[in-house]
């Protein structure tokens, strides 16, 4: 893995100090963090908790590609995208991506592009737990 | 020849397993794969069009099969 790269995958918690250390750099005048949180509710209805799951090696890949996508990109210096799996509280932190660079444009511009891009290609499935059953997220037409 | 399959998100429940293993003729392709498990498993129709990955790379089209190759079912997917 580049040194510039911090990719995880885990069931731990995630730490966003740590995410916001690993891209700290002295020749950069930013750092941008997007942190996604679990939301109490989907379409008006309640949501007890969300279930992750993801295709482990395949996801870090595709996480891997995206870090490298944003630095060809922008001209960010380092960039760290960690996510989790298992069960979360409403509230808990799923994934947490953080970006540095010389000027702040470029730090959240990429923040963003990560982020998009995440929810669009890496193989992480979340399930939604209601009061009266249970929905995989984006599956049912 | 041999192809194993890992199922993942609404598949996994669909076809109530993390993988087979199925063996195939040496011409067998991606497009088969998904005809093939939408016959076996009807309830495929009633959900989201799955992609493919072969050997944890997404792949598009028809894309011919190799033994040993391992093939997952994405479900569109929904992280973050």
């Known amino acids: ?141 | 020849m041999d192809i194993k399959i890992l199922f993942f998100g609404i598949a996994k429940d669909i076809v109530n397993k993390n993988s087979i293993e199925i063996e195939v003729n040496d011409t067998f392709n991606s497009v088969e794969l998904k005809s093939l498990l939408k016959e076996k498993y009807p309830k495929f129709d009633a959900i989201n069009d799955f992609s493919l990955a072969v050997n944890e790379a997404y792949i598009e089209g028809v894309y011919a099969l190799k033994n040993n190759d391992v093939v997952a079912i994405i479900p569109p997917v929904s992280g973050g």
């Open chain 1, 1 to 141: 893995m580049k040194k510039n790269i911090s990719i995880k995958i885990t069931s731990d918690k995630l730490n966003l100090q740590t995410c916001n250390d690993f891209v700290h750099d002295d020749a950069c005048g930013g750092i941008a963090l997007f942190v996604g949180t679990v939301r109490n509710s989907t379409k008006n209805k309640a949501v007890k908790r969300l279930g992750f799951s993801a295709y482990e090696p395949m996801a870090i890949k595709e996480m891997y590609k995206i870090a490298e996508q944003a630095l060809e990109k922008f001209a960010i210096h380092k960039i760290a995208i960690h996510h989790a799996v298992g069960n979360l509280k409403i509230g808990e932190i799923p994934v947490i991506i953080t970006t540095s660079s010389p000027h702040r444009g470029a730090a959240f511009d990429a923040c963003q592009y990560a982020i998009d891009t995440l929810k669009e290609t890496v193989p992480i499935w979340k399930k939604e737990y209601f009061e009266d059953g249970e929905v995989w997220v984006n599956s049912h037409p």
